[in-house]
């Protein structure tokens, strides 16, 4: 069960990641994920290929080296690093994004 979760997991986030990029054309054109337009395409694909390569793929290859070896503490750290990075770009790109305030029409 694990394994089909990861797998998910790291194919959902680097198919957003692939869609954001492709309907960014460049970054000329903001792409629209249902029907909803996703400012900052660049940094919000990155954001998904670090979570997906950090959650999914991280996930998948964590029984490959036995515990506590140079192997094991290795990819720890990477995948710390990778979630962290995805962090980091979440809030960028939440601070970054002004939403717009809606004010009472005075009367």
Do not use: E, Y
Request: net charge positive.
């Amino acid at each position: 069960m694990d394994v089909v979760l990861a797998v998910v997991v790291a194919a959902a986030n680097l198919a957003v990641a692939a869609l954001l990029l492709a309907g960014s054309r460049g970054g000329r054109a903001v792409p629209r994920i249902f029907r909803r337009s996703q400012p900052f395409p660049r940094m919000r694909a990155a954001m998904h290929a670090c979570l997906g390569l950090g959650m999914g793929a991280g996930w998948l290859v964590k029984d490959i080296f036995p515990p506590h070896s140079t192997g094991d503490m290795v990819l720890f750290n990477v995948i710390r690093i990778l979630l962290v990075a995805g962090l980091v770009t979440a809030l960028l790109v939440a601070f970054r994004h002004a939403r717009p305030i809606r004010r009472k029409a005075a009367g």
